[in-house]
């Protein structure tokens, strides 16, 4: 008997893994198209991204056919980064995990969630958002599940567990806004009107540059969060490189600067200076989708979970923040997204909140 209940277990973890592969594999399509606003499911065959060319069910088998084609696509050769084989991986480990470590019912929301965190945390990376589907719609399936399974919400009563739901994800709404809004506050007003014409230079210092307004100095990467992020100045007068411009207004995304009709990268300017006479700085250091990402998270995990991931999402993100400095690795156009960071915390609470909370109250009672 017992090696009868060893045998389902072993399959049953089989099952898990092999659908957490299936899922990271539905996932990549997600990481791929949500952000480009792609339809998901139209068209319903994968396509390689370079050839555009279908790509057959044998050669799109989870795990099995990145190895076998060695990162490759089969009728083009063009490479086929390794993220998709690491989502694929990392689902299907990670599935595998809630299967073992709670109760069937409950590792059926987990499951969802985590693949809520894994597309936000990928797509977060490279495009510096998170797509509404991920937040709003993983808020509310979120609410949903509690109302299902109370049991989420430590209750065994489901309009308990839709309420403490709801509030959780408000908290988490809640507590990232008041940081958003205290932040512009700390950091003065996003417009600012100079009281006389001032002058201003933008001087390229290695791969970022200096940026000086009168007798305000900063580096240049330190203003921009969001590939979207733009900054404003209306001058009297400006030179880029020699080349003397009048009256017009700049209008720079990190990368690149606007004018008129004219667009340059920056990366082919050494100089930019001239008379501003007002300007227009963006101070957000986080995106809507952080807030709405974190509503997720609480709808599915409760409120303690929301203050967890807050903690350790801020800790992970200045220790990598600080690491990738030191060691070079950072680049001024390569901003640090908050999302992965928050879903990092998501998943610590998910596996060791209980042993968190646990300890906590030992503490308190000793
Ligand atoms: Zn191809």
Redesign the pocket.
């Known amino acids: 008997m017992d090696s009868l209940l060893a045998a389902y277990s072993h399959f049953f973890s089989v099952i898990a893994f092999v659908l957490g592969a299936v899922v990271g594999s539905f996932l990549n399509v997600c990481i791929y198209r949500l952000p480009r606003d792609l339809s998901v499911n139209e068209p319903k065959r994968s396509?390689?991204?370079?050839?555009?060319?279908q790509?057959p069910w044998q050669q799109n088998l989870p795990l099995f056919s990145w190895l076998f084609l060695r990162g490759?696509?089969?009728?083009?050769?063009?490479r086929i980064p390794f993220r998709y084989f690491a989502v694929e991986l990392l689902t299907a480990l990670l599935f595998l995990a809630i299967w073992r470590a709670f109760p069937w019912e409950i590792a059926l929301a987990y499951w969802l969630l985590v693949a809520l965190l894994i597309a936000a945390t990928f797509i977060d990376f490279e495009h510096f958002i998170i797509p509404d589907e991920i937040t709003l719609g993983g808020t509310a399936a979120g609410v949903l599940a509690s109302f299902i399974l109370p049991a989420l919400m430590q209750t065994t009563q489901h309009w308990r567990a839709l309420l403490t739901s709801l509030a959780s994800a408000a908290l988490g709404y809640g507590l990232l806004w008041i940081v958003l809004e205290g932040g512009k506050l700390a950091f003065g007003k996003k417009k600012i009107r100079l009281e006389a014409p001032t002058l201003f230079s933008w001087t390229r210092v290695g791969d970022d540059a200096e940026f000086v307004v009168g007798e305000d100095r900063g580096l240049w990467s330190d203003h921009f969060a969001r590939e979207k992020d733009q900054l404003l100045l209306h001058c009297d007068e400006v030179v880029i490189d020699g080349r003397n411009l009048s009256k017009t207004t700049l209008r720079f995304h990190y990368d690149r600067v606007a004018f008129g009709e004219e667009e340059l990268v920056l990366d082919t300017i050494d100089r930019i200076s001239g008379v501003v006479r007002e300007l227009q700085i963006p101070r957000e250091a986080m995106g809507r989708g952080d807030l709405k990402f974190l509503a997720a998270i609480g709808a599915f995990l409760g409120w303690r979970a929301v203050l967890f991931s807050i903690f350790a999402g801020s800790l992970l993100g200045s220790l990598v923040g600080l690491a990738t400095l030191l060691i070079g690795k950072r680049v001024w156009s390569a901003k640090l997204p908050f999302g992965p960071y928050l879903a990092l915390g998501a998943l610590g609470w998910m596996f060791f909140g209980d042993v968190l909370v646990a300890w906590y109250v030992g503490l308190l009672n000793s």
């Open positions: 396509f390689c991204p370079a050839c555009e060319k790509i490759r696509c089969a009728s083009c050769g063009s």
